[in-house]
T-cell receptor, first 116, second 115 residues
Framework: NAGVTQTPKFQVLKTGQSMTLQCAQDMNHEYMSWYRQDPGMGLRLIHYSVGAGITDQGEVPNGYNVSRSTTEDFPLRLLSAAPSQTSVYFC???????????????FGPGTRLTVL | AQSVTQPDIHITVSEGASLELRCNYSYGATPYLFWYVQSPGQGLQLLLKYFSGDTLVQGIKGFEAEFKRSQSSFNLRKPSVHWSDAAEYFCAVGAYGGATNKLIFGTGTLLAVQP
């Protein structure tokens, strides 16, 4: 299994450009999440999904869109990039037991995004 | 509000010395607790987790953590640190029960290991 994969590894954008960060997992996990990591702030949840067709906002959703058409893929879209979105982005997946709540999340290697 | 506090931003220990990284949480229900480690330029890897039962949890790489409900703490320990343990460590809390996968992370503790 490849686990959680993310592309690209690095990206530089200009303000106002759009792009999509790709995330895929081959573990058949129902749950997937996007986080951003900024120095001194830990990881903050952007959006998450509890299954195909179901998404919800996390702590810092503004400026980002997501959709989940398949179990495997969970792309994150930046519609109009801003310098404040310069960050490292991590995708994660998990498969909790029924009613058990949060379970172990498996993280991808990250995408380092710079917005000029 | 739910939160996780890691009071030590940066810690330096000598190789072979013991280590304790602190984590305090604020959560309105029974928490699930996790410690993750991040090596430079890498994603996060799970070290250990606590769901229920024995409050002393063993993890990978010789790490352990103890859940103390009365102190709202989940401190990470290792009896003898190796140079390869230099990394950033994150404590996280998750919801107990229900259909959720939300994790709240602390701000991390950066560990440096002196030879």
């Amino acid at each position: 299994n490849a686990g959680v994969t993310q592309t690209p590894k690095f990206q530089v954008l200009k303000t106002g450009q759009s792009m999509t960060l790709q995330c895929a997992q081959d573990m058949n996990h129902e749950y997937m999440s996007w986080y951003r990591q900024d120095p001194g702030m830990g990881l903050r949840l952007i959006h998450y999904s509890v299954g195909a067709g179901i998404t919800d906002q996390g702590e810092v959703p503004n400026g980002y869109n997501v959709s989940r058409s398949t179990t495997e893929d969970f792309p994150l879209r930046l519609l109009s990039a801003a310098p404040s979105q310069t960050s490292v982005y991590f995708c994660a997946s998990s498969q909790p037991s029924t009613g058990r709540g949060t379970d172990t999340q498996y993280f991808g290697p990250g995408t380092r995004l710079t917005v000029l | 509000a739910q939160s996780v506090t890691q009071p030590d931003i940066h810690i330096t220990v000598s190789e072979g010395a013991s280590l304790e990284l602190r984590c305090n949480y604020s959560y309105g229900a029974t928490p699930y607790l996790f410690w993750y480690v991040q090596s430079p330029g890498q994603g996060l890897q799970l070290l250990l987790k606590y769901f229920s039962g024995d409050t002393l949890v063993q993890g990978i790489k010789g790490f352990e953590a103890e859940f103390k409900r009365s102190q709202s703490s989940f401190n990470l320990r290792k009896p003898s640190v190796h140079w390869s343990d230099a990394a950033e460590y994150f404590c996280a809390v998750g919801a107990y029960g229900g259909a959720t996968n939300k994790l709240i992370f602390g701000t991390g503790t950066l560990l440096a290991v002196q030879p």
